[in-house]
């Protein structure tokens, strides 16, 4: 297993619409078991494949933080999402040290293939259920920061032109 490097914010790859995965053969496994690493190793709940670089439709989700639980999804489509949103606290692995207000769904229900490439149902709620909502945009090249409310717009604006900077000073070479 490896640890992979998460893409930071501006990096293009985090703007890419996802292709779906055919075959899940043995890089498709080898990825999402070096992703659950890479998500544990970064105490996230959360980690989608553009965010280590591979435009591919699939997340993990870390069901349990305590008991290390990580769900692989392949393909994810979020089926139906029910009750009113809510605004909480939320981040991104790709924008370390930045957090806002996101409205969410407390409740979805996720379709998606397991390693097996069987159908699985996922009905999950709250932290959960908000993961699988932030991951599945990832796959979309939506990013949590598209969504803060008109509030958190202003300060948002400063730190991500902040990392912009930074990101075009460290990749100006590529
Ligand atoms: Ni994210």
């Not at 957090?99 to 998606?112: D, G, N, T, Y």
Request: glycine letters at 6%; aromatic letters at 2%; hydrophobic letters at 40%.
């Amino acid at each position: 297993m490896a640890i992979l490097e998460i893409r930071k914010y501006p990096d293009p790859v985090l703007r890419e619409v996802s292709r779906p995965i055919e075959i899940i053969d043995k890089k498709v496994r080898i990825l999402a078991k070096d992703m659950a690493e890479t998500m544990r190793n970064a105490n996230g709940l959360g980690l989608a494949a553009p965010q280590v670089g591979m435009a591919v439709r699939m997340v993990v989700i870390e069901f349990d933080l305590e008991k290390h639980d990580p769900r692989v999804l392949v393909n994810p489509v979020i089926v139906k999402r029910i009750g009113r949103r809510e605004e909480r606290d939320e981040g991104c692995l790709s924008f370390p040290e930045l957090r806002s207000q996101v409205k969410r769904s407390p409740r979805v229900i996720c379709q998606a293939q397991n390693l097996e490439g069987e159908i699985v149902r996922h009905d999950v709620e709250g932290l959960i259920a908000r993961a699988m909502q932030h991951e599945t945009d990832h796959l979309d090249g939506m990013l949590f920061v598209d969504k803060v409310g008109p509030s958190d717009k202003q300060s948002l604006r400063r730190d991500l032109a902040e990392m912009e900077r930074n990101w075009s000073e460290t990749h100006s070479g590529r």
